[in-house]
């Protein structure tokens, strides 16, 4: 473009495109920023509670807070596990997830078979009423009436 002439309309798109796409890029780099520093503060307690488990009772009620545990201490958790019986209730959790999966797993299969394969009168409605219960999350069923 020479001085003195008036940009062309071709420059003028080229030059809002950029505008365009840097405002854009501006914006997403907001978002992600923004989203960054939510999902650090929703991680922190989570660390926090990590780091505190590796420190000894004194360094826990130690005034300043000491961020790093120094030195670190594991034993907490073989405490932990021995003297709340954890293996006990590691063992029956086990049990009841594996059985309920497995039941789960064998009579959706059966259903799924009959939904899919044979045809009966009110399949339709049967098909419409397992969505229909899908469609509700789990947490209403806990409401006493």
Do not use: H
Not at 28 to 36: E, F, K, N
Not at 62 to 82: G, I, K, M, Q, T
Not at 118 to 136: A, C, D, K, P
Request: aromatic fraction near 12%; glycine fraction near 6%.
């Amino acid at each position: 473009m020479a001085s003195g002439i008036a940009p062309s309309w071709q420059e003028k798109a080229i030059r809002s495109r950029q505008a365009a796409r840097l405002a854009r890029s501006c914006r997403d780099w907001t978002i992600v920023a923004g989203l960054a520093a939510g999902g650090l503060v929703m991680v922190f307690p989570l660390f926090w509670m990590i780091i505190t488990s590796l420190k000894t009772p004194p360094q826990i009620q130690r005034v300043p807070l000491e961020f790093w545990p120094n030195p670190v201490d594991w034993s907490s958790y073989p405490s932990a596990w021995n003297d709340a019986g954890f293996s006990l209730y590691t063992q029956n959790s086990l049990i009841v997830a594996v059985g309920a999966t497995a039941a789960c797993v064998f009579f959706s299969s059966l259903m799924a078979y009959a939904l899919a394969r044979l045809e009966f009168r009110g399949r339709n409605l049967v098909f419409l009423l397992i969505i229909s219960t899908m469609m509700i999350p789990g947490q209403i069923t806990f409401i006493p009436r």
